[in-house]
C-alpha cells in the first residue's frame, strides 16, 4: 500500500490577538488523510477554520502543534529549499483568481510563471508548456495572450487550474474554487477537476461551504465546527446517515435529493456561530445542539467510529439515546 499522500495529525494553528482583540484558535487539534487519486471536501459554515486548515498543510501558516505527512515523508519542519520543493507538490486554487492570477498580464505569463521561477525553462519550453496546460483545462492556445479579466468566471477559474497544474502537483486544495460560478459552470469545473484527477491521479482537499456540490466530487468529507473536525466519513454514510447533530443541521438546510429524507423537517440551526476566539467548554456545539446533555457542557467528545464508515465527535455517539449513524425519524426531528 502506498503512504497517503497527505496525513495530518493534531494540527493546531492559532492567530495571536492584536490590541483588545483576541487571539483565535482557528484550527485545533485537527486530523486529515488523503490517499492518492482521492478527494476529501472540507464543510462547514463561515469561519470554522477550513481555509486555515488548507493553508497548514500546504505550511503556509505556522503550525502551534501537530505533525504533517506528504507520501510517508515527515515535512512538519521543512524550511527553505525543502519548502520550496515541498509546495511545487501541493498548489492552491482560490474562489477569486485574481488572487493567483496578475490582473495586468496575460494568462500566458501567469500560467508560465511557476515555470520561471522553479524550473528555470527556458521560453520557447515554457510557451509550449503553457499551450499544453491550456489544452488540459479545455482553453485554445490562443487564450494566452488574453488578461484575466477578457475571460467568464469559468474560463477563468480554468486559467487558475492550469496555472496550479504546471508543476505536476500530487495535491490541490482548492478552496472555494467553484463557489462563485453558477450551477451550470460549477458543473463543468467539476467535471473538468475529476478528469484530471483520474488523468494524473491527483488527490484534491475540496473546501467549500455548498454541501451538494461537495456530494458531487468527494469521496469522503470532514465537517469542520469552531475549528475542530467534528465528523468525517464516506460522502454515501455522511449525507444519508449523518452522526453528529451539526452535519444533520448543515444537510436538513439544503434540499436533498434522497426520497427518504424528503418531506423531513428542517432541522435548523439556532443561534450563531459562537465567538471563535472564546469558544464554549465541553462540546464547541453545544450551545446550539437540539440534543445537548449535561455531559456536553463539561466534556469534549472524543473522535470514535460511526457504523457505515467514518468517526464523529458526539456524546450521543457514546452515551445517551443514540441517534448517531441513521437518519432521523420524523418525531425525532426537532421542530
Ligand atoms: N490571518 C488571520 N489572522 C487572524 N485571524 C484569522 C486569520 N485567518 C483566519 N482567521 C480567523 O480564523 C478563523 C477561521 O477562519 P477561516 O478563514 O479558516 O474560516 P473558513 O472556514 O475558511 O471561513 P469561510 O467559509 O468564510 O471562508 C476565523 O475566526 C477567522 O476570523
Ligand atoms: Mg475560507
Known amino acids: 500500500m502506498k503512504p497517503p499522500v497527505l496525513q495530518a495529525e493534531g494540527l493546531r494553528v492559532t492567530f495571536p490577538g492584536k490590541g483588545r482583540r483576541q487571539g483565535v484558535t482557528a484550527v485545533d487539534d485537527v486530523s486529515l488523510r488523503i490517499d492518492r487519486g482521492e478527494t476529501l471536501g472540507l464543510v462547514g459554515e463561515s469561519g470554522s477554520g477550513k481555509s486555515t486548515t488548507g493553508r497548514a498543510v500546504l505550511r503556509l501558516v505556522p503550525l502551534e502543534t501537530g505533525r504533517i505527512h506528504v507520501d510517508g515523508e515527515d515535512v512538519t519542519r521543512y524550511r527553505g529549499a525543502q519548502l520550496r520543493r515541498l509546495r511545487r507538490q501541493m498548489q492552491m486554487v482560490f474562489q477569486d483568481p485574481y488572487s493567483s492570477l496578475d490582473p495586468s498580464a496575460p494568462v500566458g505569463s501567469s500560467i508560465a510563471e511557476p515555470l520561471r521561477v522553479h524550473e528555470k525553462m527556458a521560453k520557447q519550453a515554457r510557451r509550449d508548456r503553457v499551450e499544453e496546460l491550456l489544452d488540459l483545462v479545455g482553453l485554445r492556445p490562443s487564450h494566452a495572450d488574453r488578461y484575466p479579466y477578457e475571460f467568464s468566471g469559468g474560463q477563468r477559474q480554468r486559467v487558475a487550474i492550469a496555472r496550479a497544474l504546471a508543476l505536476h502537483p500530487r495535491l490541490i486544495v482548492c478552496d472555494e474554487a467553484v463557489s462563485a460560478l453558477d450551477v451550470s459552470t460549477q458543473n463543468q ?23 451538494a456540490v461537495v456530494r458531487h466530487i468527494a469521496h469522503r468529507v470532514a ?13 454515501e454514510r ?8 451539526y452535519t444533520q443541521a448543515l444537510l436538513s438546510a439544503i434540499p436533498v435529493p434522497d426520497p427518504k429524507r424528503r418531506g423531513a423537517k428542517r432541522i435548523l440551526l439556532s443561534g450563531d456561530l459562537p465567538d471563535p476566539s472564546a469558544p464554549p467548554p465541553g462540546c464547541p456545539f453545544h450551545t446550539r445542539c437540539a440534543y445537548a446533555m449535561d455531559v456536553c457542557k463539561r466534556e469534549m467528545p472524543a473522535m470514535t ?10 456524546h450521543l455517539q457514546t452515551t445517551g439515546p443514540t441517534l448517531a449513524g441513521r437518519p432521523l425519524s420524523e418525531k425525532e426531528v426537532p421542530a
Open 189 to 211: 469545473v467539476i467535471n473538468l477537476l475529476e478528469d484530471l484527477r483520474e488523468r494524473f491521479e491527483l488527490s484534491y482537499l475540496f473546501i467549500a461551504h455548498d454541501l
Open 238 to 245: 455522511v449525507y444519508s446517515q449523518p452522526a453528529h447533530p
Open 305 to 314: 467510529p460511526v457504523a457505515g464508515g467514518g468517526e464523529t465527535a458526539c
Open 223 to 235: 465537517v469542520m465546527y469552531l475549528g475542530r473536525i467534528v465528523e468525517s466519513g464516506p460522502v
